[in-house]
C-alpha cells in the first residue's frame, strides 16, 4: 500500500491546518495508521494512531485536546485535524499504517512498514 500525505503549510499561531493521508494499492482496513511528525533537528515524535477495529484513536500529551484523527473509508483517507496550532508544532508531519501493531507499542514508529512523504507544518508566531 502507498501512502500520500498532503495538507501542510504555513498557519499563524492559535490557527488550524487538516492533514490528510490517503492510500492507494490498497485500503486501511484492519490497520492502525499514525501520523508523526519531526522537528527541525529533532528526532521523529509519535502525534496520534488510529486503530480501525474498534475505532480507537490515541494522541501524545502534547496535542491532546487540539489535534483529532479520523477516517473517511470511503475515501481510505485518514485525516489529522490540528486546532490551536503552537510554534512548537511546527514539523515534517508523517503519515505511517500497520496491520498487525503491537497494542503497547503504537508510538513506536519502528511498529510502522508502510509510511508516506512528509508534509511540513509551519506555525509562526
Known amino acids: 500500500v502507498q501512502l500520500q500525505a498532503s495538507g501542510g503549510g504555513l498557519v499563524q499561531a492559535g490557527g488550524s491546518l487538516s492533514l490528510h493521508c490517503a492510500a492507494s494499492?490498497?485500503?486501511?482496513?484492519?490497520?492502525?495508521v499514525g501520523w508523526f511528525r519531526q522537528p527541525p533537528g529533532k528526532e521523529r515524535e509519535f502525534v496520534a494512531a488510529l486503530r480501525f477495529r474498534g475505532d480507537y484513536t490515541y494522541y501524545a500529551d502534547s496535542v491532546k485536546g487540539r489535534f483529532a484523527i479520523t477516517r473517511d473509508n470511503a475515501k481510505n483517507t485518514v485525516y489529522l485535524q490540528m486546532n490551536s496550532l503552537k510554534p512548537e508544532d511546527s514539523a515534517v508531519y508523517s503519515c505511517a499504517a500497520c496491520r498487525s501493531c503491537i497494542l503497547s507499542s503504537l508510538r513506536d514508529g519502528r511498529q510502522y512498514p508502510y509510511w508516506g512523504q512528509g508534509t511540513l507544518v509551519t506555525v509562526s508566531s
Open positions: 494499492g490498497g485500503t486501511f482496513s484492519g490497520s492502525t
